[in-house]
């Protein structure tokens, strides 16, 4: 589907189906593509300056991206918060619980849930 990555890793499709986020840990960037309706990707456009092991999207389509902590971004890939966790790595995160308002985050020797003021998407 895309041949321009070095290594993809990260991934997560926006709720409206219309894009496609993909961290490239190699390059260190985080790029989006353009879902056409054949199912095909075009416009690759590097929109944040990380990569990433996991990531998720929240319901103002915020990103967020894991590696040291997790990094949060804006849809257009301004840094607007951090969480810092004290594990050498963290490589996944995600939105769960009853009202998808938990996030769940791996470490590398821990689990770790904090409650949050937005949700994740469905």
């Not at 993909?22 to 095909?40: F, L, P």
């Amino acid at each position: 589907m895309a041949d321009d990555v070095a290594k993809p890793n990260g991934i997560v499709g926006s709720p409206d189906g219309r894009y496609l986020y993909v961290a490239d840990r190699v390059r260190n960037k985080t790029y989006r593509y353009t879902i056409e309706s054949n199912g095909k990707l075009s416009g690759q456009k590097a929109v944040i300056d990380q990569g990433s092991d996991g990531m998720t999207l929240d319901n103002q389509g915020n990103v967020y991206l894991t590696g040291k902590g997790v990094s949060i971004y804006s849809p257009i890939g301004v840094l607007i918060g951090h969480i810092e966790v004290i594990e050498p790595w963290t490589s996944n995160v995600c939105f769960g619980g009853k009202d998808r308002t938990d996030l769940f985050i791996t470490a590398s020797t821990a689990i770790y849930c904090l409650p949050m003021r937005t949700k994740g998407v469905e």
